[in-house]
């Protein structure tokens, strides 16, 4: 809607709804489970506004940011933006994989402070000045030191984790390879049985005659 009568700023959140925006899309996104997706378009249908209009499509953007923290705060439910749909409630593998973003940006901002700290020609600081350099940057390298220690060990444990499951699938499928074999046999042997069932009338049938 190129020419909307209604701008983004002041279109109502419902024609019938006064509450804020981003508390409209928190209970729609309340209601979904994991794997669900709520397009733009539906948010804008719940808003009154059109996802097609630049403005209002930042509208819903900005409504939708704010009710998808406020999920993950209150509700412990974390929702994902999947780019030119909507926003999708994550599954655990997805939270997982957003988890180690959120880590790897926070191992590069400590690296990009510790960095900076680095550039401060200490030769021209005073003494108290100084000192407070260096216990900063001394601080910036024991936080990268932890964190870096902190993702040895959770990789060893994905590791592990990730081998076990492996072993634990490959167990399930052995079973239920050998449980297939064992129907097989018995089918097998049921087979024989009534053949031989049959064999054994035939001999019958004969002597009789």
Known sequence: MTNSV???ATAPAH???RRARWRVL???MARLNAGDLISYEEMGN???LNFLDHDHKQAISVSARKAADELQRQEKKVLRIVRGHGYQVAQPGQVIELAHRHQARAVAEVDAGHAAIDTIDLSGLDATTARLVEATAM???RQAVIMRQF???QQRLETAMAALTE???TAVTRVDEASKRV???EAEIQQLQRRLAELEANKVSGSHR
């Open 139 to 141: 601080g910036f390298a």
């Open 46 to 48: 719940l808003l009154g």
């Open 26 to 28: 928190y209970e729609a």
């Open 15 to 17: 024609s019938q709804d």
């Open 183 to 185: 129907d097989a046999n």
């Open 167 to 169: 072993t634990t699938q």
């Open 151 to 153: 993702d040895v060990r």
């Open 6 to 8: 209604v701008s983004a």
